[in-house]
């Protein structure tokens, strides 16, 4: 991703801009954005957000009191190969800030449960978090409720426990608060329904809650994404088994019940950790589905298993101690297996949409040729009309397993590049030609024409004209189910 430029979509359109930004909530993203390439360069903001990352990766280290080497290289590996961080880096003009949202977030964790006054600025750090991405309020939560269980299981003070629980709690709220008073002064569009924060009913809230228990449950154990299909959920399932036996383990090995609230708090926090892992479902109601971009959080599962793993060997002995290596030996092993196979998803969708990319840059030479053989000069208005749909488009008739690309958020394929309603813009960008502002608008009146109408469809003779001062070529019929 950082030695090729693999665009998509997004990377088309919004460059040099943010995109949505404001319009979507996300009303620091602009001002960010000029601190890095508006070009969405991967080679300077890959390497930023890679940066940005590693010292969230530390912090998360400090913050769970991970200590062994192999713990600290875990926590850095499951974070870049993540599926997430794989759809940020799609997102190339915005990773670097995608990062430093992801940081703050971290950062008011450590800073709201280290410090007596840290929620301070750890509210300020999860306001400024949200108004770059919304979604990682649920990875700030997710990290919170970790923290407080692990530091149940280390024996802290059962009521220091409750009170840094209860700041925490302060803190998210002060931050969300503050957050949906900002977007009173922002003209809000809707978008996979995060512009509705703060404006849902009891019951759909009540709903909500519910999906995010399933759709975190679907993820890991019984219906994945498209693109976590096979390997990665062989291996996330045996995790999740994993996990089930080293928490019954911590119990009891660390004895979280010879104190009776320490262990009922323990057991609160552990039901509840499913819900803050799918936390982006009760902040958007109205979301079904999150995009890939939005699930960060669910990266606290493998955090989870990490500090356990290193817990579970700390004060055993004889058969205990047998029992404690071998089950950290599997976590490890099984953490290492999740990883490569997550990469390898990552770095084949990497291909697949490098492919996509050459096959429609490629596609798009061979019109531009027709269309100077057929009279054109630089210069003047241009267009190419007329898609394939519901068909694919000629040049993807070898889909390469596009399909497992499905629900990867970022992800492109052949047809994302070849929109109607972008064609112009990767003209104009990939390959310098001014096209000339012709709207949509303008483009229906074009194919109503009888001679668009009677021009035969490309490659054949005659599917270059100038219509009505425009050059059209012809690819096939009415784009309208397209746009």
Not at 277 to 305: K, N, R, W
Request: proline share 4%; aromatic share 12%; glycine share 6%.
């Amino acid at each position: 991703m950082i030695s090729n430029k693999i665009t998509n979509l997004d990377d088309i359109v919004c460059v040099p801009g943010v995109g949505g930004g404001k319009v979507l909530g996300r009303w620091l993203q602009e001002p960010i954005h000029d601190m890095f390439s508006p070009w969405s360069s991967p080679a300077f903001n890959g390497i930023m957000a890679i940066i940005i990352l590693s010292f969230a990766a530390c912090v998360i280290v400090s913050l769970l009191k991970i200590k062994s080497i192999t713990g600290a290289v875990l926590t850095g590996v499951i974070i870049m190969t993540l599926p997430s961080t794989a759809s940020n880096m799609y997102y190339m003009y915005l990773a670097p800030i995608f990062a430093l949202s992801i940081l703050a977030s971290v950062l008011n964790v450590y800073l709201t449960s280290k410090y007596t006054y840290g929620f301070i600025l750890g509210a300020i750090l999860q306001f400024l978090s949200m108004a770059c991405y919304q979604a990682y309020f649920g990875l700030a939560a997710s990290l919170f409720v970790l923290v407080y269980f692990l530091m149940l299981i280390d024996g802290t003070n059962v009521m220091l426990v409750i009170k840094k629980g209860l700041r925490s709690l302060l803190c998210l709220i002060v931050a969300m608060a503050g957050y949906l008073i900002s977007l009173k002064f922002v003209d809000l569009s809707d978008y996979k329904g995060l512009s509705n924060i703060g404006q849902t009913s009891a019951t759909d809230i009540a709903l909500s809650v519910l999906r995010a228990y399933h759709r975190v449950l679907q993820y890991f154990v019984t219906v994945p994404e498209s693109f976590m299909r096979g390997a990665p959920t062989i291996f996330n399932r045996v995790l999740v088994v994993l996990f089930v036996i080293l928490t019954v383990l911590l119990f009891i090995w660390k004895k979280a019940f010879s104190e009776v609230l320490r262990g009922i708090i323990a057991i609160i926090l552990l039901a509840i950790l499913p819900f803050a892992l799918g936390l982006v479902y009760v902040m958007a109601p109205e979301l079904s589905h999150a995009s890939t971009v939005m699930i960060y959080s669910y990266s606290v599962f493998y955090f989870f298993l990490i500090a356990g793993m290193e817990r579970i060997m700390i004060g055993t002995e004889g058969k205990t101690k047998k029992i404690s290596v071998l089950l950290a030996s599997l976590i490890f092993i099984v953490l290492i297996l999740e990883s490569y196979s997550t990469a390898r998803v990552i770095n084949n969708s990497y291909y697949r949409s490098y492919v996509a990319q050459n096959r429609v840059m490629q596609y798009y030479n061979r019109i531009l040729s027709k269309l100077e053989d057929g009279g054109y000069q630089y210069g003047e208005p241009m267009t190419i009309l007329g898609g394939f749909y519901p068909d694919p488009l000629p040049i993807a008739a070898h889909s390469m397993h596009s399909a497992y690309l499905a629900d990867f958020e970022g992800a492109t394929t052949e047809e994302l590049l070849f929109l109607p309603s972008n064609r112009d813009r990767f003209i104009q960008i990939w390959f310098g030609i001014d096209t000339g502002d012709i709207t949509m608008e303008k483009k229906e009146k074009l194919m109503a024409t009888d001679e668009f109408k009677e021009m035969p469809i490309y490659p054949a003779e005659g599917c270059v004209k100038q219509i009505d001062g425009v050059w059209v070529v012809k690819l096939n019929r009415d784009d309208s189910q397209e746009n």
